[in-house]
T-cell receptor, first 109, second 114 residues
């Protein structure tokens, strides 16, 4: 299974945009890029996913590099409720999601 | 619509005891998964199932058994619990096997083995 690399932690100010990076240099052509987040004492929740093109939904945007070796999760206006661990994961046709360590995002008021 | 429900939410066991964690989903999903999460770490896949009657090993399957007798239920068993199995266990389900499938997680089951 291809691996992802994320910074261990990041800080953001409330109401400012946040860009969470993810490197996946060994990604294969059929791997989807998924992002999940885990709020304290809760199970992970889905944020967004994509294959080749940039994606937007009500929670976030996903920017995928042209060579697909990296991607960035964009939270347009961070709120205190966005403080969580964010996981970047690759998923292929086998359907398994293998989680890494994730990035712990803290949001300052 | 309950989504994914895990029982029990908390359990304390003594070393050597056995127990079963139950995961139930009401979304008619084909795939189901069991993960464990240790303090300060990400989730590690224990076992998963691609449909009723099937199971497969994940990253850390040793010491655990699973069964998927009904499509909506995925059971995780510990035959002889060890302190190293103290963890928070998460169940998840997804509709299909394609790489685009999205997982829905339960709230977790916290297990302590003394």
């Amino acid at each position: 299974d291809a691996k992802t690399t994320q910074p261990n932690s990041m800080e953001s100010n409330e109401e400012e945009p946040v860009h969470l990076p993810c490197n996946h240099s060994t990604i294969s052509g059929t791997d989807y890029i998924h992002w999940y987040r885990q709020l304290p004492s809760q199970g992970p929740e889905y944020v967004i996913h994509g294959l080749t093109s940039n994606v937007n939904n009500r929670m976030a945007s996903l920017a995928i590099a042209e060579d697909r070796k990296s991607s960035t999760l964009i939270l347009h206006r961070a709120t205190l409720r966005d403080a969580a661990v964010y996981y970047c994961i690759l998923s292929n046709q086998g359907g398994k999601l293998i989680f890494g360590q994730g990035t712990e995002l803290s949001v300052k008021p | 619509n309950a989504g994914v429900t895990q029982t029990p939410k908390f359990r304390v066991l003594k070393t050597g005891q056995s127990m079963t964690l139950l995961c139930a989903q009401d979304m008619n999903h084909e795939y189901m998964y069991w993960y464990r999460q240790d303090p300060g770490m990400g989730l590690r896949l224990i076992h998963y199932s691609v449909g009723e009657g099937t199971t497969a090993k994940g990253e850390v399957p040793d010491g655990y058994n699973v069964s998927r007798l009904k499509k909506q239920n995925f059971l995780l068993g510990l035959e002889s619990a060890a302190p190293s199995q103290t963890s928070v266990y998460f169940c998840a389900s997804s509709p299909d096997r394609a790489g685009a499938n999205v997982l829905t997680f339960g709230a977790g089951s916290r297990l302590t083995v003394l």
